[in-house]
């Protein structure tokens, strides 16, 4: 994934809900999940804490995840594909 496509992945999350697919790094399964960094959707979790060490130029993103309701993260270069919700 190239530093564009980070910058875009980051934004949308900011912005919405995004479903990502990815590779498990420990099972090699892969995993849809929907997410979201969004303030206004984490309120509504009851979520106030936000994840801050996160930029376009990490390695990882942490993320919430809807289907879990639960902080998840996964490595930008297992990520096989993403859509906004």
């Not at 919405?16 to 790094?25: A, S």
């Not at 999940?33 to 996160?54: D, S, Y």
């Not at 942490?62 to 594909?81: I, M, N, P, Q, Y």
């Amino acid at each position: 994934m190239d530093r564009n496509e980070k910058q875009r992945l980051f934004e949308a999350l900011k912005q919405g809900t995004v479903t990502v697919t990815f590779q498990k790094i420990n099972s090699d399964e892969i995993r849809v999940m929907p997410c979201t960094l969004n303030p206004i959707v984490l309120e509504a979790f009851g979520i106030n804490q936000k994840i801050g060490n996160i930029t376009p130029e990490s390695e990882h993103y942490a993320a919430w995840a809807l289907d879990k309701e639960d902080w998840r993260s996964f490595r930008l270069d297992t990520v096989l594909g993403w859509e906004v919700l």
